[in-house]
């Protein structure tokens, strides 16, 4: 797998790799990036709980605007939440790039488990440093 500038921005994030997660490819707009939840993720119902699931998917579409070279940060996002996971399961966040305008984008994540899709996440992209790597 290539190396892009979103492998160095996944590199210096702590948060995500302190939750296990694994970047599994990046680049041309595209990322996957994938997580098995921990019993430290299950809510009070037993379900993991929607801000990790959210969490999964704005890594994938951090790393997804990130691909292609300029710092990219969110500028807002919405999630479905479809299905419920448990401690054990391993999702899997698709991110994929929608539409790009000047130095705004649209994301869209689809977070699976099994093939089966559990989340649809929408991210709006902002260009904050056209001319610097990130």
Known sequence: MAR??????????KASQALGMELMSAGDGLAVVRMRVTADMVNGHGMTHGGFV???????????????GP??????????????????????????????????????VTVTRDGDVIA???????????GRPA
């Not at 959210?54 to 292609?68: E, G, I, K, P, V």
């Not at 969110?74 to 305008?101: C, M, N, W």
Request: aromatic letters at 8%; one cysteine or more; charged letters at 25%.
């Open 4 to 13: 892009t500038a979103a492998h160095e921005m996944f590199d210096r994030d």
């Open 71 to 108: 710092v990219t940060v969110s500028a807002g996002a919405d999630v479905i939440f479809l299905r419920p996971t448990a401690a054990g399961d391993q999702l899997e966040a698709h991110a994929q790039e929608r539409s790009v305008s000047g130095r705004s984008g649209v994301y869209d």
């Open 120 to 130: 649809e996440f929408r991210g709006r992209s902002r260009v904050v440093s056209p």
């Open 54 to 68: 959210f969490l999964l998917a704005d890594t994938a579409f951090a790393c997804a605007c990130n691909s292609h």
